[in-house]
């Protein structure tokens, strides 16, 4: 109490007041101070508590006594060393709390009691033997629920017998702490309600150690074993090692150690101080394991509402007012929290809790256990001096397996007759082994040794097993007991005793290795330190910056270009890997779907369509008959789908909007009879057919087929109409004679406005609701714009966050939303050069590697599985190319293993090239060839039209070295350039 005094304080000694007047080196000079209420003299002591055992023997004997007639349990206690007194005093207090709760605590039952206290307050008791060992980590954890939950700092306090809270009866007004207004009930508001029930103390098994080593860092307790810590390492020293410092100095110097070591997660003494109160105060394991006898229903949890607390509740409630009573003695470094920064590798090995078998590569220890082995190609025997060394370093070997290892069978028999190697039976079977082993084999195996070994090698050694044991550590990955007393004929304790012996010098280490295992393990030091540096080298090695043509390959395979899908599943596969991504649709059905599925047609989508699977939304209008166009699959629309474009509404527009605001499709026809009795009744067919055309670009109304915007394709009077050329819709036949002038109007309406028009789904209003419905990727943003990251992640197959939305092309809207938060700018880890992609592990390096040279695809400028423009930057054009790539709509690049190598501009006049050698565009550049014949035969099957070709890099296309290279393709010479038909 000394260092928590002050001078003019005024503490009680016996019967007697006395004020501080000075405090000294050695002493406290006092004065008398009759009548002034003082503090009492105090001694905090730290103890350990019950461990959970006692708390188990404890339980089972208030079990086994309340389960017994009074006569019984009384003799049961004398016979416990109680006397008469005794027993009836503790025969009385288990019956008054009986009667008092109906259930009394025992290793069986934990009770749960709620009272009100004298401030009308709520009181819940947890009754449980388990000792304070487990109820400190406990009541930690309720803590953190009950602060999660009501958004207050809950008292709680835990013992022996259980953990008390208390609870303000706010939260029996019907009222949600975190927010002003009254929270919605179904049920009327019952005032004798308890806030806490029994269901609210329990804790899944799986969560108690990451809550409780999470939340322990802000407890009181962590700050004075911190300090503790700190001063045991000498990171508090005295300035005069002769003289006492006070206890508040240290907690203050303690508080701004812990303040900067808090930043650092591998800070050793932050980890000391969080290992001993996991492991020397707190029993999680303990708890993890009570949390799952009441799951298991092997402790019942009874919960019951009292008017005033039990006899047990009581005798708790004392050292609840005992502890707050001093609430404001806690100096303030020990009752702040700590934001902690901890290395959970690091406290995972210090507490003993390390699996390194979900850190560790299988690949990488198969690989080091064939090398340890000698079973790799690089270390196979090739002579007999090898055989010699494979039975010195990796001990007896059987016929078989020499000859796995490369070795002839003679081998071994010319060791034997140079009296270098020896017979010998081991196990059950014939092995070869080195003559130097010959002692180690008989005096731990008692293996008999053939006649004429020199007794050199047959002189007594130290540890014969320990010795074969650790050299099989030596030459093999994780491995068991079982399986190493199997390898020597030995059992298993015999085994298990030597390795035990191997690993208190450190030679071997015990845990859980092997990623297939199941149990615990022994490896040999060195062997474990190669395989976890090797696992961390194959970790980077998939962090690797990969160079972009890497990416720009894994794209097109990622989105499976190259017609891996097929039929009506293949085709919502790939809807539902371009759902939200907006292209031309003059390319959608020649270029961007038939690309990805194998024999698709348009009657595909328009099955999937007119079956209300699929949907589309235009995304805004192109010069012509043009406009960009998403899919969507329809349970996923309201959640992914754009704000409308900005579109100045007129009168004809708001009376489509009102003909179709009864949620039904409706044909043109029937829109037309609507608006013309209403609003406008000499509205003509192309004018509506113009309005609804503008709502579908502007994203408000869509068509349950694709038919009117095929038909609004060809209907363009100019070669130019749309960015990609669209064939021209024939118009139907009809029986008769009648002209074009005599012919009525059509039943339906223009080709371009057939099908049923409908308004898009409504756009989700709960944030909550779009974010899990696109999974934990998409989880924390609120925002429409990050909602719609999950489906770019399905697209790219990594989510890089420094690069733009491959859908965000020349003509879209500026206020697109940007795929990342508020804040900085986080850059992604690079190849050395400012533009270059970020890493995609091993996937996109393996899909890489594993093409042939020289693939070409051609896409769309604007396709999603284009990386450049988006991910990667366009490269420089070439000196003489007079205007530059960029992702527009009717252009076309072809990609040669990942490089862009032509970029065709809208209509085809133009191109550019970039072969492999700038300064030698040659014929004979692989690269150049590859990029014509897959432009040839793309335009050859119909999916470019007619492509005429007139300058190639700025210079005339019939004389540029370019153009032999499309020559030999498949192009002709025509005045005006290289032509190529369908």
Not at 223 to 231: D, I, K, L, Y
Not at 232 to 254: E, F, M, Y
């Given at each position: 109490m000394v260092y928590e005094s002050r001078v003019g304080d005024v503490f009680t000694l016996g019967t007697t007041s006395w004020r501080i007047e000075d405090i000294t080196r050695d002493r406290v000079l006092v004065s008398p101070a009759p009548g002034v209420p003082g503090r009492l003299p105090f001694w905090k002591g730290d103890q350990l508590g019950r461990p959970l055992e006692?708390?188990?023997?404890?339980?089972?004997?208030?079990?086994?006594?309340?389960?017994?007639?009074?006569?019984?349990?009384?003799?049961?206690?004398?016979?416990?060393?109680?006397?008469d007194w005794a027993a009836d005093n503790v025969l009385s207090y288990l019956d008054e709390q009986r009667r008092a709760a109906g259930h009394v605590p025992d290793d069986r039952t934990i009770l749960v009691e709620r009272f009100r206290d004298e401030l009308g307050d709520w009181r819940v008791v947890v009754h449980s033997p388990f000792g304070a060992q487990v109820h400190?980590?406990?009541?930690?954890?309720?803590?953190?629920?009950?602060?999660?939950?009501?958004?207050?700092?809950?008292?709680?306090?835990?013992?022996?017998?259980?953990?008390?809270?208390?609870?303000p009866d706010a939260d029996l007004m019907g009222f949600d702490l975190l927010d002003a207004e009254p929270s919605r009930q179904t049920t009327a508001f019952d005032s004798d309600q308890a806030p806490l029930g029994a269901a609210d103390v329990v804790f899944d098994k799986g969560e108690v150690n990451q809550v409780v080593t999470d939340q322990v860092g802000g407890s009181a307790l962590?700050?004075?074993?911190?300090?503790?810590?700190?001063?045991?390492?000498?990171?508090?020293?005295?300035?005069?090692?002769?003289?006492?410092?006070?206890?508040?100095?240290?907690?203050?110097?303690?508080?701004?150690?812990?303040?900067?070591?808090?930043?650092?997660g591998s800070f050793p003494i932050v980890l000391e101080a969080v290992r001993e109160c996991l492991q020397d105060v707190f029993d999680v394991p303990g708890l993890t394991e009570l949390m799952g006898d009441i799951e298991s229903r092997r402790v019942r949890l009874v919960e019951v509402t009292t008017p005033e607390p039990s006899p047990f509740a009581r005798s708790l409630l004392f050292g609840y007012v005992a502890q707050f009573l001093y609430e404001g003695d806690s100096p303030l470094a020990e009752r702040r929290a700590a934001a902690l920064s901890l290395d959970s590798r690091l406290l995972?090995?210090?507490?003993?809790?390390?699996?390194?078998?979900?850190?560790?590569?299988?690949?990488?220890?198969?690989?080091?256990?064939?090398?340890?082995?000698?079973?790799?190609?690089?270390?196979?025997?090739?002579?007999?001096?090898?055989?010699?060394?494979?039975?010195?370093?990796?001990?007896?070997?059987?016929?078989?397996?020499?000859?796995?290892?490369?070795?002839?069978?003679?081998?071994?028999?010319?060791?034997?007759?140079?009296?270098?190697?020896?017979?010998?039976?081991?196990?059950?079977?014939?092995?070869?082994?080195?003559?130097?082993?010959?002692?180690?084999?008989?005096?731990a195996l008692g293996t008999a040794l053939p006649v004429g070994v020199?007794?050199?090698?047959?002189?007594?050694?130290?540890?014969?097993?320990?010795?074969?044991?650790?050299?099989?550590?030596?030459?093999?990955?994780?491995?068991?007991?079982?399986?190493a007393a199997a390898r020597f004929g030995l059992g298993v304790a015999v085994t298990d005793g030597a390795l035990q012996r191997l690993a208190a010098g450190g030679r071997v280490v015990q845990g859980e290795f092997h990623p297939a295992g199941i149990g615990q393990e022994w490896c040999d030091a060195t062997v474990l330190r190669r395989l976890r540096r090797r696992s961390l080298a194959a970790l980077r090695h998939e962090l690797e910056p990969v160079p972009p043509a890497a990416l720009a390959t894994f794209l097109p395979q990622w989105q499976h270009l190259g017609s891996s899908l097929r039929g009506i599943d293949g085709l919502v596969r790939a809807v539902e890997q371009l759902q939200g991504a907006s292209v031309p649709a003059s390319a959608l059905e020649k270029l961007v779907l038939p690309s990805r599925v194998a024999g698709y047609s348009p009657a595909m989508l328009d099955e999937l369509t007119t079956t209300g699977e699929v949907l589309w939304a235009g995304s805004g209008a192109l010069p012509g008959k043009d406009g960009w166009v998403s899919l969507y699959l329809a349970d996923a629309a309201p959640l992914l789908l754009?704000?409308?474009?900005?579109?100045?509404?007129?009168?004809?527009?708001?009376?489509?909007?009102?003909?179709?605001?009864?949620?039904?499709?409706?044909?043109?026809?029937?829109?037309?009879?609507?608006?013309?009795?209403?609003?406008?009744?000499?509205?003509?067919?192309?004018?509506?057919?113009?309005?609804?055309?503008?709502?579908?670009?502007?994203?408000?109304?869509?068509?349950?087929?694709?038919?009117?915007?095929?038909?609004?394709?060809?209907?363009?009077?100019?070669?130019?109409?749309?960015?990609?050329r669209a064939k021209r819709t024939v118009p139907r036949g009809r029986y008769g004679t009648l002209g074009a002038a005599a012919r009525p109007a059509s039943r339906t309406g223009p080709p371009t406005v057939s099908g049923r028009w409908s308004l898009l789904p409504a756009h989700e209003p709960d944030p909550t609701h779009r974010a899990h419905a696109?999974?934990?990727?998409?989880?924390?943003?609120?925002?429409?714009?990050?909602?719609?990251?999950?489906?770019?992640?399905?697209?790219?197959?990594?989510?890089?966050?420094?690069?733009?939305?491959?859908?965000?092309?020349?003509?879209?809207?500026?206020?697109?939303?940007?795929?990342?938060?508020?804040?900085?700018?986080?850059?992604?880890?690079?190849?050395?050069?400012?533009?270059?992609?970020?890493?995609?592990?091993?996937?996109?390096?393996?899909?890489?590697?594993?093409?042939s040279p020289n693939r070409?695809?051609?896409?769309?400028?604007?396709?999603?599985?284009?990386?450049y423009g988006a991910a990667l930057p366009w490269p420089e054009p070439p000196s003489d190319a007079g205007h530059k790539p960029g992702r527009k709509a009717g252009a076309l690049v072809v990609l040669v293993d990942g490089e862009l190598t032509l970029y065709m501009e809208r209509g085809g006049k133009t191109l550019l090239a970039w072969p492999t050698d700038p300064d030698d565009p040659s014929a004979s550049d692989p690269r150049l060839t590859a990029a014509a014949e897959a432009l040839a035969t793309a335009a050859r099957q119909g999916a470019l039209g007619t492509v005429t070709v007139e300058r190639t890099n700025g210079a005339p296309a019939l004389t540029s070295p370019l153009g032999r290279i499309l020559e030999a393709a498949g192009f002709h010479p025509t005045p005006r350039g290289l032509r190529l038909r369908p």
């Open positions: 006692l708390g188990r023997a404890l339980g089972t004997f208030l079990r086994e006594v309340g389960s017994l007639t009074p006569e019984a349990a009384r003799l049961r206690l004398t016979a416990a060393g109680l006397d400190a980590p406990w009541a930690l954890a309720l803590g953190t629920r009950l602060t999660e939950r009501y958004g207050m700092d809950a008292q709680v306090m835990h013992a022996d017998d259980g953990i008390v809270l208390r609870l962590f700050a004075a074993r911190f300090r503790e810590c700190a001063a045991r390492a000498l990171l508090l020293p005295r300035r005069s090692p002769g003289k006492r410092t006070p206890l508040w100095q240290q907690r203050q110097r303690a508080s701004q150690l812990l303040q900067v070591a808090s930043e650092f995972a090995e210090l507490l003993g809790q390390a699996e390194l078998r979900e850190l560790l590569d299988a690949g990488v220890l198969t690989e080091l256990e064939q090398e340890l082995q000698w079973l790799a190609e690089d270390r196979r025997v090739k002579d007999i001096e090898g055989v010699a060394d494979a039975l010195r370093v990796l001990g007896p070997l059987t016929d078989s397996e020499l000859v796995a290892r490369g070795a002839e069978p003679g081998w071994a028999e010319g060791l034997s007759a140079a009296r270098r190697a020896i017979r010998v039976r081991i196990a059950g079977a014939d092995h070869w082994a080195g003559v130097e082993d010959a002692g180690r084999l008989r005096d020199p007794e050199a090698f047959t002189e007594p050694v130290k540890d014969p097993l320990g010795d074969l044991l650790a050299r099989f550590a030596r030459t093999h990955g994780p491995f068991t007991s079982a399986t754009p704000q409308p474009h900005p579109l100045d509404l007129t009168a004809l527009h708001e009376s489509v909007l009102t003909a179709l605001s009864g949620g039904y499709g409706l044909f043109f026809r029937q829109i037309a009879d609507q608006v013309r009795a209403t609003t406008h009744p000499d509205c003509t067919d192309p004018q509506l057919a113009d309005a609804l055309w503008d709502l579908a670009w502007s994203a408000v109304v869509t068509n349950d087929t694709l038919a009117p915007l095929r038909a609004l394709l060809g209907s363009g009077r100019t070669a130019g109409s749309t960015a990609h696109l999974g934990p990727r998409a989880a924390r943003p609120a925002r429409r714009g990050h909602a719609r990251r999950g489906r770019r992640r399905g697209r790219r197959g990594r989510l890089l966050r420094d690069v733009p939305h491959p859908g965000r092309v020349r003509g879209q809207r500026p206020g697109a939303p940007r795929l990342r938060r508020g804040g900085p700018r986080r850059r992604p880890v690079r190849d050395g050069r400012r533009g270059r992609p970020a890493a995609l592990g091993a996937t996109a390096r393996e899909r890489a590697d594993t093409d070409a695809v051609v896409l769309a400028a604007a396709d999603p599985a284009n990386a």
